[in-house]
């Protein structure tokens, strides 16, 4: 008798092996992409009835795209978000103090606001061998914040889920991993939404997690590293300069908005 | 008070513009164009340039001059060059780095940027230019900046400035847009 995988060679295995991982691999890809370019063509469904509460999330990138981040909600009309959650990176002491001045002088102080605190993607001159981890954790914090499971978080109960409304970003590794967490969170949403479908209810469904990024105003020509990240991904992009404006990540893909100078 | 504010950034040092504010004859300019304050902010490893141009001198040619390495905000610093009260309109020359820039702008004090030779930076390289060519800032090496501060008495690029479409004055719409109201 004969063990019939003695005669499988080596190259065989490998053969069938890479196959495989090409077949499972191009799914997968079709499937991101698909889902990325039903997203990015879909209308916004009509639901939300003027006046209720509306939950706003804004990443605070850090330095620079923080300090245009609050130059930006100055000029915007904030009394619509009754809800704010600020996410700052750790150890990035400046953006909490600007949140919490903002918030302080804001025109009606609510108090309806709160900081939470993620692992930051990379940092500066870290290694690009220990960056995809570092990545992971901020992402999996993304993930968590998102669905309110931070343990800083504390929504009140007016708020029927923990997703927010809006996400704000502008920028830079964070905020990459925020709209990433958010595009899972709405793929799951999407698929088991199959099924109520199916049962046709007329009633447009709620859709949250939308993502807005701004691109640095200091982005004249080229977008930055983070902007061609979340190019597919932000629902709306805007770009603060006219040569940026227009692009898209691929064909059939919505094009980025050139909004003006909104940081002044 | 007319102040005439220095910065460079907090991550280098600028020797060479420091200097250059520093000697005599762009110190007799500044008084001749009435200036009272000169304020350096003159960044990491920047104190010795500083106190070695400055001479230990506390003022020259009636000119109040002081320094500072960096703070997280300079905001305070940047509105002593705007108008209000008995505070004139200033000057502010930067090293070409973007948060000064939008900061000056943002507060229309005229500015004048100094490209840093040594550190060169593609995309603040690209926004000096822009700007400069829309006129929004004057661009400079640092030999020239005393001959700009006598060729252009009030350097007025605010004018301009308040009248430039790309200007937004509201942006709530677009984020209206995203939320899917019912009407």
Known sequence: MQFPLASVSFWDLALCL?????VFGSLIGLVIFLSLEIAHNSPVPKWRPRGSPIHLLLVLGSGGHTAEMFYMLEKTYMKEFTYRTYVVSSGDNFSAGKAKAFETQRACPDDNYNIVTVPRARRVH???????????QCFWACLNVLCGLHPDQR???QYVTPYPDLILTNGPATAVCMALAAKLIRLFQYVSGF??????????RASRLRIIHFESWARVKKLSMSGVLLLPLADTFLVQWPALGGLRAWWGMKRTK??????I | MKLCFVTVGATASFEKLIEQVLSPQFLETLAER?????LIQYGKGGSEAFSSFANG???????????FESKPSLDEELLMTTKRGDQEKGLIISHAGTGSILAAMRIG???IVVPNPDLADNHQEELAQILQEQKYVVSSSVQEIRTLVVARAELQKTQIFDSHPEIQDEHAGFMSDDLGFLD
Not at chain 1, 126 to 136: E, G, H, V
Not at chain 2, 34 to 38: D, F, K, S
Request: charged residues 5%; proline residues 7%; glycine residues 8%.
């Open chain 1, 18 to 22: 890479s196959v495989a991982i090409a």
């Open chain 1, 126 to 136: 870290q290694s690009y061998l220990t960056a995809p981890f570092t990545t992971l």
């Open chain 1, 155 to 157: 929504l009140p109960k």
């Open chain 1, 195 to 204: 099924n109520s479908l199916l049962r046709s209810s007329a009633t447009p």
């Open chain 1, 258 to 263: 050139y909004a003006g100078w909104l940081v």
């Open chain 2, 34 to 38: 009435r200036y009272t304050h000169l």
């Open chain 2, 57 to 67: 001198k506390q003022s020259a040619h009636g000119l109040t001059i002081g320094g």
């Open chain 2, 109 to 111: 004090t005229p500015l």
